[in-house]
Nanobody, 131 residues
């Protein structure tokens, strides 16, 4: 069974940075779109950012654009999320997800936000931003 494993979460103050990692050790994730989602208590899971299989295309939610950067290293089967200028509103459990290309190719700039299109999920890593 494929397992995605996130790491890098923690508690920081507003304005600080964190880098999340997600390792998928048992499959070649170069065939998958990969994304970061987050879920705060009492709220629905929302898409944060996504990256195409080759890494050339990225998509961001408006709330994080310019502050967060998604990237992937397919040789290491690892997905990253660099989070800068963190705000209290960024506090949430962060999840990585992987979905096959066939789920997204028609309109990746829209479809990446749909959690139901992803096959594999990690267990999450908590990010807390507070002064």
């Amino acid at each position: 069974q494929v397992q995605l494993v996130e790491s890098g979460g923690g508690s920081v103050q507003p304005g600080e940075s964190l880098r999340l990692s997600c390792v998928a050790p048992k499959f070649s994730d170069s065939l998958y779109y990969m994304s970061w989602f987050r879920q705060a208590p009492g709220k629905e899971r929302e898409g944060v950012a996504a990256v195409s299989p080759g890494g050339s295309l990225t998509y961001y939610d408006a709330s994080v654009k310019g502050r967060f950067a998604i990237s992937r290293d397919n040789a290491k089967n690892t997905l990253y999320l660099q989070m800068n200028s963190l705000k209290p509103d960024d506090t949430a459990m962060y999840f990585c997800a992987a979905g096959t290309v066939s789920e997204f190719w028609r309109a990746p700039d829209k479809l990446w936000r749909a959690p139901t299109r992803y096959t594999y999920w990690g267990q999450g890593t908590q990010v807390t931003v507070s002064s």
